[in-house]
């Protein structure tokens, strides 16, 4: 059995995955699951507030945009959460500080489920999504941590498929449960899930110190670090693309393709789908050439995007469409990959960082379409919205790797610069 030294100083944990085949050890599958289930609750919960806008306005007697803006809560309690907790539990062991994040993120969505009103609801979403980025950030540097250092990111892809396979699996579940019983029976699934999930990381998890010397100060230090904003930098630009496009997918289905209402969900199935896979390969790829997958990846976003101009029109093509949109988060473990090599001590504030990059590409991704569409330039121009984005993304790429060249390779951490 091979042992891995220290990821970033974490106390020298040996690696539960022989070398030929990390994904089969069976040590290593009950901590990949149940940290999965842990990002299926919190996918659930982020995603499914999305359909069950109309029964909120009505519950709360308020406007549909107006309850819109428990999604903006959450958002932003990711984008606050994350940095905070990840710097205020730097030393915490991570099996604990893991359970605690994922209880806390049960106990927001049950009170949310109980929310007398508008604004106690907008409180409780936001205090429901600090934990989530902090938790995936962790949640990543463990995956990491028990596998050999060429596969790390598939360890990384491997742990978010229970976030991809919210979108195929828990949203549509949730969904159905609210609009049968209520809006708050789907916080209530969510809760439950996120208990039980904390019940199985708690048992399946090893004994993980955090790395000795971890602290606030030390975690802080990431933020001198120009890689670090540049890695964060390109997933916030870049990634926004895929989210300028798909916030606006089911009018764009609708009014320009001509589906039925009825017809939506099948093709929103499709893109997770394509996120599943997505995930997968990109997570491969990145394992084989980490820096070829982020550029690659970035490139791909462009294509696809555009490609809504032409397949919008026609339901086969703009479903095959949806479903190669959704592989875009390919992105997505190849940075995380990448946030680990550059981020030196600092791993955990780091890590919890790229989640609030990827919320910030939501928010930004979302505006920027929604101003495309109000100037008048029709739903497909989100697809011009999210390949300018994709570019942009390119942008800080390129500046990425000219600041490398011209400061010197990145300090890896040690696992990193054994691969």
């Not at 030294?5 to 009950?30: N, V, Y």
């Not at 549909?64 to 309690?77: C, D, F, N, T």
């Not at 099996?95 to 994040?101: G, I, K, N, P, S």
Request: charged fraction near 5%.
């Amino acid at each position: 059995m091979l042992h891995c030294s220290k990821i970033a100083g974490m106390s020298a944990a040996p690696s539960l995955a022989p070398a030929g085949d990390a994904a089969t050890s069976p040590a290593f599958r009950p901590t990949v699951w149940a940290l999965g289930l842990g990002g299926f609750a919190i996918g659930t919960g982020e995603f499914v507030i999305m359909g069950l806008l109309p029964e909120v306005a009505t519950s709360l007697a308020v406007t549909i945009p107006q309850a819109g803006h428990v999604i903006s809560a959450y958002a932003l309690g990711v984008v606050v959460g994350a940095p905070l907790l990840a710097i205020l539990t730097a030393h915490w062991p991570r099996r604990t500080l893991l359970v605690v994040l994922m209880v806390l993120f049960g106990l927001g969505n049950l009170a949310s489920a109980a929310a007398p009103g508008y604004w106690s609801l907008n409180l409780l979403r936001f205090i429901a999504g600090m934990p989530h980025g902090t938790y995936f950030g962790v949640a990543s540097l463990v995956a990491a941590s028990l596998v050999p250092p060429g596969r790390r990111a598939q360890a990384v892809g491997l742990m978010m498929l229970g976030l991809t396979g919210a979108t195929l699996i828990g949203v549509p579940m949730a969904a159905w449960l609210g609009q049968h019983w209520g809006w708050r029976s789907a916080f209530v699934l969510v809760g439950v899930i996120a208990l039980l999930a904390s019940a199985m990381i708690h048992r399946a998890l090893p004994d993980l110190r955090a790395p000795e010397g971890a602290g606030p100060l030390r975690e802080l230090a990431a933020l001198k670090n120009p890689q670090v904003w540049l890695t964060l930098g390109i997933g916030a630009i870049g990634f926004g693309g895929m989210f300028a496009v798909f916030s606006y997918i089911k009018p764009t289905l609708i009014e320009v393709t001509g589906l039925s209402l009825g017809a939506v969900p099948l093709v929103l199935a499709l893109f997770g789908v394509g996120m599943i896979a997505g995930n997968l390969v990109g997570a491969r790829l990145a394992d084989k050439a980490l820096l070829p997958t982020i550029g690659g990846t970035l490139v791909w976003s462009a294509l696809v995007l555009l490609l809504m101009l032409v397949t919008a029109p026609y339901a086969a093509a703009v479903s095959l469409n949806v479903l190669l949109v959704g592989t875009v988060v390919a992105l997505a473990p190849a940075l995380q990959i990448r946030l680990m090599d550059v981020a030196g001590d600092a791993q955990a504030l780091a890590a919890a960082l790229n989640h609030s990059a990827f919320n910030l590409a939501n928010a930004l991704g979302a505006w920027l379409g929604g101003l495309a569409i109000a100037a008048g330039l029709g739903w497909t121009s989100t697809g011009w919205v999210g390949a300018l984005l994709a570019v942009g993304g390119m942008v800080v790429f390129a500046a990425s790797i000219w600041q490398q060249r011209r400061g010197g390779k990145p300090r890896l951490p040690v696992a990193a610069s054994q691969a």
